[in-house]
């Protein structure tokens, strides 16, 4: 399965926001990407063993290094081994490859989450912005499956003692407005896909470009 057409990835910036998978679909859209790409982020992100790291490059260095390299990741790098956001200016970097992957929120590694006013922190320049959902939190009380399980309940009016009913995480989504594309993952078996369908059905009737399926078992569809 190529994520990569299944999600109609554009040249151009890419936030991918959410929770459930962003940092798995952010590796996986880099490797098949047809041509250069720079990942990065606007929060906090550990780097990408796999590809060169850049900190505090130059633009022409980027530049450079994109010769001999088709991905680079680029970022400040802050406390505990992590990376924090590019010095350049977003707008600056995109110029420099084919395509900028961005992870543009933090999840606490919940399956599922909901936005706080100052999140996410999407670029200014992102023309497309996919929402990532985590399949494995439907079923299960909000408060245990939910980043801002309090923000949550805010949105759908759900206490948080509820379960996640598929219907209620693509209502939140839809009233947050934040995104242009969901993509829920973790979906890998065909009674699985069964009882997520309200969620795939609320978000394209929504207006989303939607898509499900499993990074870590290799299938995906468009909905």
């Not at 940092?23 to 606007?42: D, K, N, Q, Y």
């Not at 550990?46 to 790291?53: D, G, K, N, T, V």
């Not at 802050?78 to 707008?91: F, I, R, S």
Request: charged content about 15%; aromatic content about 6%.
């Amino acid at each position: 399965m190529n994520f990569f057409e299944l999600l109609n990835i554009s040249p151009g910036v890419t936030a991918v926001i959410g929770s459930g998978g962003k940092t798995s679909l952010l590796r996986r859209l880099a490797a098949e990407a047809p041509g250069t790409v720079l990942l990065c982020t606007t929060t906090h992100i550990r780097p990408f063993a796999e590809y060169p790291l850049l900190t505090d490059a130059a633009a022409e260095t980027v530049l450079q290094a994109l010769t001999s390299e088709r991905v680079l990741c680029v970022g400040t790098p802050c406390e505990n081994g992590k990376l924090t956001a590019p010095h350049l200016p977003m707008e600056m970097l995109a110029a420099l490859a084919d395509y900028m992957l961005v992870e543009a929120d933090g999840s606490r590694q919940m399956p599922l989450k909901a936005h706080a006013a100052h999140e996410p922190v999407i670029p200014a320049c992102a023309e497309r912005v996919i929402c990532v959902a985590g399949a494995s939190g439907f079923d299960r009380p909000i408060r245990a499956c939910v980043h801002r399980p309090e923000r949550f309940c805010a949105l759908t009016g759900a206490a948080e003692t509820d379960t996640v009913a598929p219907l209620l995480a693509a209502q939140a989504i839809l009233t947050e407005g934040l995104c242009d594309t969901v993509f829920l993952n973790q979906v890998d078996n065909a009674e699985l896909l069964g009882r997520v369908m309200p969620f795939l059905r609320t978000a394209a009737a929504g207006g989303l470009f939607t898509a499900a399926g499993s990074l870590q078992g290799d299938w995906g569809k468009r909905f």
